[in-house]
């Protein structure tokens, strides 16, 4: 017998040859597969065509445009990391917004709290909404705010509403509280102070015109000649203001005040002496201090009804002194407080 075959090198250029032993000992040769030497390079599909129709290039294709498709693929690549960067930037920004949001919103929670007021804010993304508490109402026990007059804003007496008649924030603004002198001026606010038994005084005041005309602009000499049957006519101008009965007092009361003057020189004399010619500074704070009618109005009551006046009850008589300044009855907290003060030597 032979020896054990030979192993001969093999070449990717030849023809591989090995024994194989087959039936009978007869010796069958099988040429293996040759390898082509030249490598087959897998390359990449390039889009080919229009964007409408789509189509992959051959090898043989690749290579021939090789030059177009370089500058092609470049431009898709500077194009894929310009919108990958883009995505990355608006990424962090997001992030960033989000989380200053946070701090800011941490910050105003913090600066609220340091000053006592906390008010919750409540965040979506970068924009805040806060819900701040409801406004108070500008009506308090001892003054109002009143609506702001241009850059000021005042505080009046609490019966001094918002809503109030403007003639009537004028009237406390000008003349209630400051002290009056005049006899003809204390004679209207005698008279308008007890019309407020039938009328309030926004009503009066806006009707104050033709109390002045009805009553001869409250000159006690021309009130006394006025014909009385005329005045309480159903059909008179005076008769819708006042009632018969009120009518008749202020015909008497004029009487009354002439008598008054030839004894004291002028009324403002007689009724400043019940007060030692100073007005009085009640100093109240709150609305409900503020009384009805105190002893000083009993005590000039009480002269004025012996020297014949009528409908000069206590009431009316504090009401009278209220308006014409004998009194001082503004809140400490209202600006005419004040005023009404330092006007206490002016003669209105």
Request: with cysteine; net charge positive.
């Amino acid at each position: 017998m032979s020896g054990a075959p030979r192993v001969q090198s093999m070449n990717v250029a030849e023809a591989d040859t090995k024994p194989i032993l087959g039936s009978g000992s007869k010796k069958v040769t099988h040429k293996a597969v040759s390898k082509s030497p030249r490598k087959f390079e897998r390359s990449s599909p390039v889009l080919i065509g229009s964007d409408e129709k789509l189509s992959y290039a051959s090898p043989s294709e690749t290579v021939s445009s090789s030059s177009s498709s370089s500058s092609f693929q470049k431009h898709t690549l500077n194009a894929v990391s310009i919108l990958r960067r883009h995505e990355q930037t608006l990424s962090s920004n997001l992030s960033l917004n989000a989380s200053f949001s946070s701090d800011a919103s941490m910050d105003s929670f913090h600066s609220r709290a340091s000053t006592g007021r906390l008010i919750r804010s409540y965040t979506v993304g970068n924009r805040s909404k806060s819900y701040p508490s409801k406004p108070r109402s500008v009506v308090s026990e001892g003054a109002l705010d009143s609506p702001p007059n241009g850059s000021e804003t005042k505080k009046r007496c609490a019966w001094v509403t918002p809503n109030s008649d403007p003639c009537y924030i004028v009237f406390h603004d000008e003349e209630w509280g400051v002290p009056v002198h005049d006899d003809k001026r204390l004679f209207e606010l005698l008279v308008l102070s007890g019309a407020l038994a039938e009328h309030s005084w926004p009503t009066i005041l806006n009707n104050r015109q033709a109390f002045r005309e009805v009553f001869a602009d409250f000159d006690p000499n021309a009130i006394v000649k006025i014909n009385e049957k005329k005045l309480i006519d159903p059909g008179s101008t005076g008769s819708t203001l006042l009632s018969e009965l009120k009518l008749r007092a202020v015909i008497e009361n004029a009487r009354q005040i002439l008598k008054v003057i030839e004894e004291y020189g002028s009324f403002d004399k007689y009724i400043w002496s019940f007060v030692k010619n100073k007005a009085i500074v009640s100093k109240f704070r709150y609305q409900r201090q503020v009384p009805a009618k105190t002893p000083k109005a009993e005590v000039i009551s009480k002269d004025l009804v012996r020297r014949g006046f009528r409908g000069v009850g206590p009431t009316v008589v504090y009401s009278f002194m209220q308006a014409a300044g004998i009194t001082n009855d503004h809140l400490t907290s209202c600006f005419r407080f004040h005023h009404c003060i330092f006007g206490q030597e002016k003669c209105v």
